[in-house]
T-cell receptor, first 114, second 112 residues
Framework: GNSVTQMEGPVTLSEEAFLTINCTYTATGYPSLFWYVQYPGEGLQLLLKATKADDKGSNKGFEATYRKETTSFHLEKGSVQVSDSAVYFCALSGSQGGSEKLVFGKGTKLTVNP | DSGVTQTPKHLITATGQRVTLRCSPRSGDLSVYWYQQSLDQGLQFLIQYYNGEERAKGNILERFSAQQFPDLHSELNLSSLELGDSALYFC???????????FGQGTRLTVV
């Protein structure tokens, strides 16, 4: 079935460091891919999305490119801030067994220190 | 504000009891999802509805049930509650099952 695998955390960085959170997926057909962010005590918020191969989603300095050849959707940011500390979830939306599902990875906790 | 409203925000109840969690999706969204988030299990998909019909089922226990009403709001019913049911329960909605989902703030259920 459809699944998402993202790098285990936690990840701890210093402010202004470069961030990469790896995400790979398994899916039939052509899923849409998403990154969600969950700040402490809050619900999940959509960070960015890509709906077809080679699409690049971007928002708030974060970027991810839909790579069908490597089935990946890695999240990157050039210079993280303390306010980026949160849990990041990779997700895909696609058809599985005749129904559509939104499937999430386990989440990666990011802590950015000043 | 995502536009998805969940009530109540917090719920404390005793083992063996039954509770109902409510979700109002964003205006125009036809699809509703329910997720359970606990520390050790991560984000678990429970069930999905689209325009009143069940579309997909995940790891939902038999003690749990849900429905989506004609006005598109949804309710998640949890019965014979156990300590292990303590978790955050999120509702999300989307226009269609393939588009991005928007999450509510969640209901924190504590079973004592």
């Amino acid at each position: 079935g459809n699944s998402v695998t993202q790098m285990e955390g936690p990840v701890t960085l210093s402010e202004e460091a470069f961030l990469t959170i790896n995400c790979t997926y398994t899916a039939t057909g052509y899923p849409s891919l998403f990154w969600y962010v969950q700040y402490p005590g809050e619900g999940l918020q959509l960070l960015l999305k890509a709906t077809k191969a080679d699409d690049k989603g971007s928002n708030k300095g974060f970027e991810a490119t839909y790579r069908k050849e490597t089935t990946s959707f890695h999240l990157e940011k050039g210079s993280v801030q303390v306010s980026d500390s949160a849990v990041y979830f990779c997700a895909l939306s696609g058809s599985q067994g005749g129904s559509e599902k939104l499937v999430f990875g386990k989440g990666t906790k990011l802590t950015v220190n000043p | 504000d995502s536009g998805v409203t969940q009530t109540p925000k917090h719920l404390i109840t005793a083992t063996g009891q039954r509770v109902t969690l409510r979700c109002s999706p964003r205006s125009g969204d036809l699809s509703v999802y329910w997720y359970q988030q606990s520390l050790d299990q991560g984000l678990q998909f429970l069930i999905q509805y689209y325009n009143g019909e069940e579309r997909a089922k995940g790891n939902i226990l038999e003690r749990f049930s849900a429905q989506q009403f004609p006005d598109l709001h949804s309710e998640l019913n949890l019965s014979s509650l156990e300590l292990g049911d303590s978790a955050l329960y999120f509702c999300a909605s989307s226009v269609t099952p393939f588009t991005e989902a928007f999450f509510g703030q969640g209901t924190r259920l504590t079973v004592v």
